[in-house]
C-alpha cells in the first residue's frame, strides 16, 4: 500500500446522524423515531436529484428542506423555529466511539482530509464540536463545485487540496452509494459498513470492508 492520503466522509462515517434524535424527539415524541431516518433519506435524495437538474442549493438549506418535507410527511406541524431548532442538530452530531482514537494514530503516518458534501462552515463546526479537527489537516466541501457526491465534478474538490495522485488516496465511506462514486472515480475505497447491510449494487465495489474505523487502522498497520 502506498497511500499517502485518507480522505473520510462525514456523516454516517465519523459522525452518527442518528444523533438528531434527542431533537427531534423532543418536539415530536415517538413520531421523532421515524422522523429521524425519514430526514436523512429525503436529505441524500435531495441532494442527488438538485445534482441532476442542476438546480443548486448548499447543504445547509438541503438539510432543512428535507426535514420540512419529513415533518409534513408524516403529518405533523411545524413553525420556522421548530425546523431551525432542529435541523442545529446536525452540527452537533457525536462522532462514533472509536473515531477520536482513529483519526489521531492515522494522522501521525497520514494526511488525513474529510470529504462531506457539507457547507465549508458547517463542516467546521461539525469536526471542532467533537474535537476532531485537530487530526485532520483539509476539510473539503464537495459539493463547491456546484454538485454533490456522488458525481465526480465532487470528487475532483481533492484535489484543490493534495497534489497526490488518485493511487495515493484512501477514499473512507459508510454510505455503499459513496463507495461506489468513489470506485468508479478511480480511488482504492474501504467501506465502513456499521449496519452490517448489504452492498448496493451499482457496479464498483470497495477494495476493502470492515465494521468500523478500527478495522481500517488493522488495515493500514497504524
Known sequence: MNY????????????????TKD???????????????????????????????????????????????SIELLGLDHTNELV?????????????????????????????????????????????????HSSLNYLVSASAGGVFKPSPIAYDQIFG?????????????????DINGASTYGFDTFWVNRRRAPFENLGARAKYVGQDLNDLMILLDA
Do not use: H
Open 84 to 132: 431551525e431548532d432542529i435541523a442545529r442538530s446536525y452540527l452537533d452530531l457525536p462522532a462514533f466511539d472509536e473515531v477520536g482514537t482513529v483519526l489521531a494514530r492515522l494522522n501521525r503516518n497520514f494526511e488525513t482530509m474529510v470529504v462531506s458534501n457539507g457547507t465549508p462552515s458547517s463542516i467546521k463546526i461539525a469536526v471542532k464540536n467533537d474535537e476532531l
Open 23 to 69: 431533537a427531534c424527539v423532543r418536539y415530536f415524541g415517538d413520531k421523532g423515531i421515524e422522523l429521524v431516518s425519514l430526514w436523512r433519506r429525503f436529505q441524500l435524495e435531495f441532494t442527488w436529484l438538485r445534482s441532476l437538474t442542476g438546480d443548486f442549493k448548499d447543504f445547509d438549506e438541503i438539510t432543512a428542506d428535507a426535514l420540512v418535507y
Open 161 to 177: 487540496f493534495t497534489a497526490c495522485s488518485k493511487a495515493e488516496i484512501l477514499f473512507v465511506s459508510s454510505n455503499s452509494w
Open 4 to 19: 499517502k492520503v485518507i480522505a473520510f466522509d462525514l456523516y454516517g462515517t465519523l459522525l452518527n446522524t442518528d444523533g
